[in-house]
């Protein structure tokens, strides 16, 4: 109710301050030049600073910041249209050619404001899911056109016509198409603005109170009217017109149709919230009514420190707003007790955590040992055939002294193998490429042992790709089958190894004690894919084995 008489307060001294300009309007016709001046002085000052006013409380009242803007724009316009009227009026005279352009300015805010206002009833109660369409702007563009068509009239005379030479242009004159459309244009888009406002109505939570704007409405419409035809000399069209639109706003607002922040401090005082808002010095100005007792130490340290605790649940924590600050009171009891269930459910975590590394450390080992078991598996299943002669060569050197040198060198090139393809077999579970150097390495390791055994060789090499572990191996294995086929009868072994154009070749020559013919066929089996060429000259075979590192 105290907000209630405050409103109908600042309305009625509004009211009377537009009767007191009526006044002056009224009597500055009868009065000396001078006088006349002073009123007309007055009675324009008191229709501005109402308009400005309305201006200042509308960017106070209105939180839509769309709807805002727009009735800003509109109190400006009408502060404009005032203004120009009294320059007009008071400093031209009415045969000066600026005389005529001040009068085709008034169309400005006159063809701008009704679509404005039409746009703003449009916002009121938006839906926030269909928000009002960008292209609603378009209903502006025939505004501007006829604008521009009344501020250009002097070169088609479309909106007036006057007389040759401008010739008493403020009274002899006839309306042209272009004033017709304009007021057809205005006429529509208010006539729109007040059909908008009555659907919008009814459709609200204000519905019950549509009789305010609906009523208003029809009396400023027919003051306007009376005005017109009786030519009063208290009031005009302009200031009729621009406090029209105001009242009509004004009923909008005050039914809540456009939103405002009018009555928020009841709203304030009843909320839940604990709060208390402040000046700069921290003297209360309103609280609610579930407020804790503060101090201002607390509010002090509060503005110091960003927040403080009141007891074990209460937070006490403030914000900047104009004017002053905000503290409010958060009750953290439910996120206490959010915490302490975390909490537990941390060590509970944490306990289940350990338990998971610990068995993730058993399955990490348990899968080293697989992978053990499966390489040793692997490897005895590759050298079963190496291992089997090698047992057999070392049997034979306890049975046989006769030829124990020659077993035992021979068991230890098959040893040497048995040793490199094993760490080949690790480079490739590790790697799937490795350095070319790894083969040649192992391959001069067998064939240090080979002139032990009494096989003199060479080898010549200029690779040094890296290349896939697996055809690597692949020509290792090709050296060691060819040798072993015939290591007793070899007399001079050339391992020859080049790379020609990503294309791996050994060949390997090979000069026999004997001249006999030996089935090298064998190797030419599907571990090798076919890619080996055997040719023999006198008692050298030249076997050769040749592979794209691409593939």
Avoid at 193 to 208: E, F, M, N, R
Wanted: hydrophobic fraction near 45%.
């Amino acid at each position: 109710m105290k907000f209630f008489t405050k409103r109908t307060t600042t309305f009625i001294i509004c009211g009377l301050f537009f009767i007191l300009a009526g006044i002056f309007q009224y009597i500055d016709q009868d009065l000396p030049s001078y006088w006349a001046t002073v009123c007309s002085f007055y009675e324009t000052s008191i229709f501005l600073v109402l308009i400005f006013i309305w201006g200042y409380s509308i960017k106070i009242r209105i939180i839509d910041k769309g709807i805002r803007r727009k009735l800003l724009f509109i109190a400006a316009l009408l502060f404009f249209w005032l203004f120009i009227r009294y320059i007009k009026y008071e400093f031209t005279i009415s045969t000066d050619r600026m005389n005529r352009y001040l009068w085709y300015l008034f169309y400005i805010p006159q063809c701008i404001v009704p679509p404005l206002a039409l746009i703003v009833s449009l916002e009121t109660t938006q839906d926030e899911k269909h928000p009002i369409r960008k292209w609603i702007y378009l209903i502006l563009i025939p505004a501007f056109i006829l604008i521009i068509l009344i501020l250009t009239n002097d070169f088609h005379q479309l909106a007036f016509k006057f007389k040759p030479n401008f010739e008493n242009f403020s009274s002899d004159y006839k309306h042209g198409i272009v004033y017709y459309l304009a007021i057809g244009w205005i006429i529509i888009m208010i006539l729109t603005h007040i059909l908008v406002l009555i659907i919008k109505c009814s459709v609200s939570s204000c519905k019950k109170k549509t009789w305010i704007p609906i009523s208003l409405f029809l009396i400023c419409t027919i003051a306007c009217i009376l005005c017109f035809i009786y030519s009063t000399r208290s009031y005009k069209m302009p200031e009729l017109l621009s406090f029209s639109f105001i009242i009509i706003f004004e009923s909008c607002i005050a039914i809540g149709l456009i939103p405002s922040n009018e009555n928020y401090e009841v709203y304030f005082s009843n909320s839940s919230i604990s709060s208390i808002i402040t000046d700069k010095n921290l003297n209360p100005i309103y609280g609610s009514n579930n407020l804790l007792e503060l101090s201002k130490d607390d509010c002090k340290k509060t503005l110091e420190d960003g927040f403080i605790f009141i007891g074990e649940n209460n937070r006490l924590s403030v914000r900047n707003i104009s004017g002053g600050y905000i503290f409010y009171i958060e009750d953290l009891s439910h996120i206490n007790k959010l915490l302490d269930e975390i909490k537990n459910l941390n060590e509970a975590i944490k306990e289940d955590s350990n338990l998971i590394i610990y068995e993730n450390e058993l399955k990490k080992k348990e899968i080293k040992i697989k992978q053990k078991n499966y390489m040793h598996d692997n490897l005895l299943i590759i050298l079963k055939d190496d291992l089997s002669l090698t047992n057999n060569l070392l049997l034979k050197i306890k049975e046989d002294d006769t030829n124990f040198y020659k077993n035992f060198k021979e068991a230890c090139v098959h040893l040497a193998y048995i040793k490199r393809r094993s760490n080949l077999e690790l480079l490739l579970n590790q790697n799937e490429y490795i350095d070319f150097n790894e083969i040649i390495l192992s391959i001069k390791e067998i064939t240090n042992y080979l002139r032990l055994y009494g096989i003199e060789n060479l080898l010549i090499n200029n690779t040094k790709e890296k290349i896939k572990a697996e055809i690597g191996i692949l020509f290792f294995e090709f050296f060691m089958d060819s040798i072993r086929l015939i290591i007793s009868d070899i007399i001079y072994l050339i391992i020859n190894i080049r790379n020609d154009n990503n294309k791996i070749t050994m060949r390997l020559a090979i000069t026999l004690k004997f001249n006999f013919d030996y089935d090298f066929n064998k190797l030419k089996s599907e571990k090798y894919k076919n890619l080996i060429d055997i040719i023999k000259e006198d008692d050298t075979y030249y076997l050769t084995f040749k592979m794209d590192i691409k593939e």
